[in-house]
């Protein structure tokens, strides 16, 4: 926030802009940059008055961070330009504060930006728990996932492992654009599974559809813009997938043949 004071406005003008449909990709990642609101919804356990106070706290945190995201995008691109952004790649904010802070305060951003990458991770993290124990209870995942070894969540751990995996194998573009694709899937199957219970939430029918096709629009522009360009990420997203359906399909069998064994057996009246 603090390369506002050296914005050059003419870096800012419409003609630098790149096309529709790149800016339409973008807003994919910017999605993931927000995907934090989702987890609000899971401390609805602790709150005094969840139906009121959720729902506030939610709209806070996106005002909240669509600010600063704001700011700082236009200290960046309004500082270095955007081929100057491209080139510093991963440290472009703490170049863009160099003229500011100096030296130290372009160690001081990387600092910072790995604190904030570590908050995030830990937030990503965060829902694991509960959403594993749930779905563990209702019988969508083995029991074995809402176990504990020691005081830490079998899901929690899952979820760990995952996540190391991805940082091992991939940069953090790479990462941010299979999260972009999962997150939006993920949020249109939500709202498409949200329409049909529409009646017991009581939510507006206007609301759901423009957040179905606004999830829909910018999901096909990011994959036919630019995830296209990158094979590795097609690769894993369809591996992820086909993971998925197959671990679905395995504990969906086992779960009917568990049911079917525990069934009581019934007596022929004819006999």
């Known amino acids: ?17 790149p096309g529709s449909r790149q800016i339409v990709s973008s807003v994919a990642l910017t999605f993931f940059a927000f995907l934090g609101f989702g987890v609000v919804t899971f401390t609805a356990k602790d709150l ?47 170049v863009a504060a160099q003229p500011v802070l100096g030296d130290v305060g372009y160690w001081l951003i990387l600092v910072t930006a790995l604190f904030a990458t570590a908050g995030a991770t830990n937030a990503g993290l965060y829902p694991a728990t509960g959403l594993s124990d749930h ?13 504990r070894i020691d005081r830490a969540s079998v899901g929690l751990l899952v979820a760990a492992v995952a996540v190391v995996i991805l940082i091992a194998l991939f940069d953090l573009s790479a990462i941010a654009s299979i999260g972009s694709v999962v997150a939006l899937t993920i949020f249109g199957l939500v709202t498409v599974g949200h329409l049909r219970i529409r009646g017991e939430t009581g939510a507006r029918l206007s609301v759901l559809a423009l957040g179905l096709a606004t999830t829909a629009v910018t999901l096909l522009t990011f994959v036919f813009t630019t995830l296209i360009e990158e094979p590795a990420s097609i690769a894993t997203l369809l591996v992820i997938l086909l993971i998925s359906v197959a671990l679905d399909a395995g504990w969906s069998r086992q779960r ?8 009581p057996t ?3 009246p004819r006999l």
């Open 256 to 263: 009917q043949r568990q049911a079917s064994e525990l069934a």
């Open 48 to 94: 005094r008055d969840p139906s009121r106070e959720l729902p506030r706290a939610m709209m806070i945190a996106i005002g909240l961070a669509a600010a600063v995201y704001v700011a700082v995008s236009l200290g960046v691109f309004g500082t270095l330009g955007v081929e100057q952004v491209i080139a510093a790649g991963p440290t472009a904010i703490a």
């Open 266 to 268: 019934t007596s022929d």
């Open 135 to 147: 779905l563990a209870s209702t019988g969508q995942f083995p029991s074995v996932m809402g176990s």
């Open 1 to 17: 926030i603090v390369t506002i004071a050296n914005i050059d406005p003419a870096r800012l003008a419409p003609s630098t802009y």
